[in-house]
């Protein structure tokens, strides 16, 4: 029998419905000792909270997140708040004994991400940070090949995460559909958004990183607040880009907007080391070009390995292969692997400790936007 | 508040878990006025149908499929057995009076698929059969792409169905795990495998086929059977391919195969017209590649169109644009496509009365191959 | 010193200029023991074959291509007429003791055929048929892949050649520019045009076929002859699909047409064994895609192979890695070839018997289309 | 009749044949009033000189430059030296009233490149230098494109040059084969080398760049001299990344390395703008990618424009639809308008001058990688 897991789910937006897929789906698929439950979905309009859990079974709601927090019947918090919010959650919840598993950025910056690192080390609680990409098969095997060696040292790491949906003046900000907009509640714009994933994959990926030169754009200086239905001041980055060099001497780019006519998510990264490379992109999910220096040289090319094989990352669990899956199994795959550490007493990568180094980087990157000098990373 | 549906299944390899993995989902994602329930699971084996039901949430088992069809409480019946069962089971079910989601292909044969036609069609009941890729997003696009008169008149199709699996002479025929490689339960090899998908897409997109010359051949003579333990004679086709003569005057090609070496299930599709182009293939079935002749000329070139935007045929109902969605989410519309249906009154197809259609070209296949003529699909 | 190798070029239309460009460019990049030397073009119109000389520096014309093999300064001829004129003047050729250059292909039919080999044969001069596509890098490197046994034993050959350039009904048929379409002049449609390039290259590549079964349809029925001004019957097949059966075994599908919107040379081949497949098309004809069984399995995937470097067939004639040629690249390097061989004493591929057997596919493929049965290759 | 352009080409190596197939090509595939004649080739090296010399029907050599300068009979000097060369050479040849076609970069530095624009402006002679891969079809298009507005305001510009042919610490530096390796010979690495081309493009596609930060890494610090045969300093940058901001708001990214493992030289950029986007890559030099945003919303995609129409520019010189052309065609471009542009009294693009802001750009980079900030483009 498996063992309950009561989840309390604070928000009910895109991640929220994305993370209760994964609680909803996981035991199907994956064989493992615990088992969610869907306990209480929190928001702050309980006829939105009420539908959100019919929906998707949660057995009750609560409309004040400290009112969650304070359940004996929830086991694990899942924060899916605007980014202003992590913080004061993930205190309240780690001082109450609850495992935390927050969305991505852990914070709106570094001092805030330590000061909940602290919180949840000393209250000695699982915690996990939802950057799901890793565990998207095929950057999950990137990750093996370079752990077996198949790429020797490496000189480059490049990544973009190219988007195009803001691109019209019209678009307003604030509120829940277009609070990514505002500073306020995002904290920044894509460095937190996006290249905060693209930080994320290549600190796991290729080590940590030294120093970074950046520079930041807002093409749309004002936009009509939905909060005052005034035009304001648009305060964050429309677009990011940075030079880096890796502590393993690798050289970096990684860039981000959300002005990139024709890409709707565009997250693609690339490895290059003396023995091979990799690449990936997310618009192609299930797929990993992976160049070997060793094949014979007239033969050598770039190879497309479809990731749907039972020898592939997860994909066991799946279908047949050449069955692809999509975007929501990297949160499964997320839920299954935290199950599983629970059961083995291990923590989940990456926790708000390996989540804090991504805050670090992006609070470098901003500053280093600001100031125009290379800032390091410490 | 929904309505349950009772579903009963019979089944519980690689496509009892796709369907009921359907059912588990649909109403997470789709509004609709019914809700399945998972009610039975019937397997011979009750110890596999129990672990079965308990991975999923069935309610109780059966190891008898005619205890299942005898029951009150059971509104539709899934069959997910081997070929050679769905004749036999389907007439039950249909005299029962219970709806039918049978899974492809229909029948072993013309004869047995008429006769199926025949019971449901006077028992009244609903009935649907599980060519799941009409309902790839992509391939609805193209659909309405040919309704919307975007290619114009039609003059190629081509398709092919290509996996590798069985190259090696080592494996077995028979069994829960190979039934496809034996004809007594398959009926066909490639033919009702694989170009039944073919098919059923082309006679959707492009309408009916007036006649057919084919090939096949058993590249491997001999395998043991895993229920003698003996090598007998290979009798089902390991590969097929077959030209064609639409109804509309088109030409097409079809190709299946088991062993084209280095696709997992390659199934691509192309239909040329002279307005336009399409292009699907399965092994990135998130993307329809379209040539618009009506271009500029000199900006003229395929698109790759990312079938990931609400407004794309059921992407509304999943995520954002750009996030792409898999092989499952095939059969979540199919579930979803039928409750609804059932709601407003209306057939879901392929009902069997379209698959037949499929079977009688599977037919005309595998007799032109045979006698080495053209034969005409009546 | 090299020796020339007095050309009486016989053309001036788009195979005139592809041949001569070739002769032009071969030592430039080629160390050769011969050296072409552009002699006499030969066209009825003098005035053409002046302004064709004059382009390319051809030393002198002529109006009648009987005077042209008359010549007593003139070594080898090459033929580029429309395909009715093959047989008599490469006989004419032949008999005066002509090396022969033959466009393809080799001629109408396969008698005339027969007796040109007989004719080259008798006269022991060189020959050689002009299909080029042996002789894309990338192919070629098929070849020597395959003969070095790294496919294993082949399951399958698929070709197919698209275009979509006659689908309008206002092109008429007839003339220099549209000889193609007016069986008088051509024999065939795209069966001789384009399917000899497929056959040339599969029987170069898998062997001899045993046998074939044939669909061909001519889409617009009548047609304005140049010649008259009126409307006439279409007799040019548009389209042509067949199922082959190779002699070792292997299945084949081939088809081509001019109705395939969105393609304008389409020339692809797959070739799939045992141990691994290969895939090629003319639109991307420096690429050879390379699926290799024997790579790990978890990081088997098609490899796209740039064939721009030293130790591709004919690539260190030409830049640096990542450099590629073009189409008119697979004419010098028939062109050097030939001259190779001529300083060896060797024959060139396909010689006349070489193409007669693509012939005899050609025939047994329209002939079983009016047949509908299936007409074996003697 | 033709006008002969008496051409003296300085240097034999990649270049020197690169540049003397396009002149020896040009007047077959272009009409034109002038025609380039291989009057002489110069090398420190008499047996090599003759040898090219011979093999390109050079009529003459001669073993010293200044003497090539000094001939009547020259009308055009063409400099295919190291890149320590191309300022005296220049000058001299300005001086002595020829035009002057020279390799890229166009200097050392930026201050050799207003000495050398000075000098060819003050003597009032054609100039041109070769940064060919404007004149790749696909280039030149979106040129085209971009003028037309289909862009509208462009927010991106990213562009990559990837090699990986240093990558081995046994290539030594200096010599004819490996100048480029050498900082006295080449003045910089990948910047001068790879850079330079992708600045050029961007200059003239997107305008003037203001300012940059950049960095550099040489991977491999020591290698043998070909001089000395002893280890020494490798003083160029092997790797070059840097962002950089155009006068149009526009961000870029630019990188170039010889340490990226699997590109040969995969010159790539892309251009996002308002109403579309473009992206292009050498190592697939015959499509342009497009995406146009005035497409039906559900339609819209990455188009892949196949170059090889009559439509396409230079195109219609060549053969016909779907038949690709290479990389030495660019060069021929390049030559046919230079021709033109004489026969009209026109610049041609890029001259001394507009080479010159590439260079600027160039020192910028190499300025902001020593100094750690950002340096203006004045």
């Known amino acids: 029998m498996t063992k309950p897991l009561n989840i309390g789910m604070i928000g009910y937006g895109f991640m929220g419905r994305a993370h ?6 996981v035991n ?3 064989d493992l000792e615990y088992r969610p439950v869907l306990k209480a979905v929190c928001a702050r309009d309980a006829a939105k909270a009420q539908a959100f859990a019919d929906n998707w079974g949660y057995e009750s ?3 004040d997140w400290r009112a969650l927090i304070a359940r004996d019947d929830i086991d694990a918090v899942d924060i899916c708040t605007p980014n202003n919010l992590h913080r004061e959650i993930a205190i309240a919840a780690a001082r109450a004994g609850k495992m935390i598993l927050c969305e991505k950025p852990l914070s709106m910056n570094v001092a805030e991400g330590e000061e909940m690192c602290r919180e949840v080390e000393k209250a000695g609680v699982a915690n996990t940070v939802w950057y799901n990409y890793r565990r998207v098969p095929a950057v999950s095997l ?7 060696g198949r790429l020797g040292r490496i000189f480059h790491y490049r990544a973009v995460f190219l988007q195009d949906w803001t691109i019209s003046a019209d678009l307003p900000q604030g509120g829940q559909a277009l609070w990514r907009l505002d500073a306020a509640a995002a904290g920044s714009g894509v460095t937190g958004d996006l290249l905060a994933h693209c930080i ?3 600190l796991w990926l290729n080590g940590g990183i030294d120093n970074v030169t950046a520079m930041t754009e807002t093409f749309i200086k004002e936009r009509v607040h939905t909060a005052t239905g005034q035009k304001q001041k648009v305060e964050i980055d429309d677009a990011c880009a940075f030079l880096a060099r890796f502590r393993n001497g690798a050289l970096a780019t990684f860039e981000s907007t959300r002005y990139a006519r024709g890409h709707k998510a565009l997250y693609t990264l690339e490895i290059n080391g003396e023995k091979g490379s990799l690449r990936w992109d997310l618009h192609d ?5 992976y160049f070997d220096y060793a094949n014979e040289s007239r033969y050598r090319g770039w190879r ?9 990352p997860y994909m066991k669990h799946w279908w047949v292969p050449g069955l692809q899956i999509g975007y929501e199994h990297s949160f499964v795959h997320h839920v299954a692997d935290f199950l599983a550490d629970l059961a083995a007493g291990r923590p989940t990568g990456p926790t708000f400790r390996d989540a804090l180094e991504t805050q670090k980087v992006c609070d470098a990157v901003l500053d280093s936007a600001r100031s125009g000098r290379w800032v390091s990373i410490t």
């Open 142 to 148: 990137a990750k093996q090949m370079i752990e077996e």
């Open 61 to 63: 709601i609560e409309t």
């Open 285 to 289: 999910l299930h797929r990993l070009e």
């Open 200 to 202: 994320d994959t290549a």
């Open 20 to 25: 209760t897929n994964a609680y909803a789906k």
């Open 28 to 30: 199907h698929f994956f």
């Open 304 to 312: 497309s390995i479809h990731i749907t094989d039972g020898d592939h």
